[in-house]
């Protein structure tokens, strides 16, 4: 059976070749025997074969994801809503003082040095602070490293640590008598 086509006059002006077999063919058999036909259970098998495949390999990669994650998890999210309540507090604190917090961050073969300049919105420096500093991998928090600092005058501080390379989230804290006061986070590469 074909299919009709309309000439330019209007008129039908016979079947048109479409180029497609009209008919399936039949399989092979591989005996040699004759022909195989594709029945509905062969269609069937390798339909569920597919999706079989395609779910085993997602299943690996699900594995291989949840197995490596290093990342960072919410453990309570009511906990981290409270959290961030208390962080906003504190910005506010913070940007009330006015302070000039400024950290230079250098990495070469033997160290990363770490130096800190804190002053008051005058620029003089501020006294009697404690100083602690971190650096935080950006996927892997079992990478994160905190830097001892030393202070070696009023409202400068210094540490080392190993040498790093790549992206980091360096974070200051600034505290006095064991109150945060200052919190700066700033990401940062090392070569």
Sequence with gaps: MGIFARSSLGAFSGKVDTGFPQKMRPLRDSSGDGPKEVTGRTVLVCLVAFFAVVAGVNAVMIRAAVSTFGGVETESAYQAGLAFARETAAVAAQDALHWRVAGKISA???????????????????????ANAR?????????????????????????????LAGQWALVIELSRDGTRVFRSKNRVLLH
């Design 108 to 130: 070469d073969a033997a160290a990363t040095r770490i130096e800190i300049a804190a002053d008051d919105a005058d620029g003089r420096p501020l006294a009697g602070l404690q």
């Design 135 to 163: 650096l935080i991998h950006p996927t892997d928090r079992r990478a994160d490293r905190t830097v001892a600092l030393t202070e070696d005058a009023p409202g400068r501080f210094r540490g080392a640590d190993a040498p």
